[in-house]
């Protein structure tokens, strides 16, 4: 019998994914009201995104998620929302990866 990569790869990673999920999953305990903020309009790709995750997320991770919508300034305000918040783990932000990685770098001030 001999055990290509591919099969080593896989049985290493099954491995490593049962030990760490299982820690994941002890710790989780269902909010009361979980928010889901996006920076761009209702009626787009990401509110579409944000409510097909939120009706994923309610029946474990809350008892119910709410999309709030906060337009503006290219996400910025979406994100500098979320900055002011407790990292509770109650409040989750979608946003596309150009603002928190291009944005630092294309604007001298960012709040």
């Known amino acids: 019998m001999t055990v290509t990569r591919r099969d080593a790869i896989a049985a290493s990673t099954a491995t490593l994914l049962a030990g760490v999920g299982a820690r994941a999953f ?3 305990a269902p909010f009361e009201t979980v928010r889901l903020i996006t ?3 209702p009626g787009g790709t990401s509110d579409t995104i944000c409510r097909r995750v939120a009706s ?3 029946p474990g991770y809350g008892k119910s998620v709410v999309v709030e919508n906060r ?3 290219g996400g910025q305000i979406a994100i500098q929302g979320m900055k002011q918040l ?3 783990g109650t409040t989750i932000l979608q946003t596309p990866m150009s603002m928190l990685g291009i944005y630092p770098h294309i604007y001298k001030k960012l709040q």
């Open 39 to 41: 920076g761009f309009p």
């Open 26 to 28: 002890a710790q989780v």
């Open 56 to 58: 994923k997320l309610a």
């Open 71 to 73: 337009a503006g300034a």
């Open 86 to 88: 407790p990292p509770d």
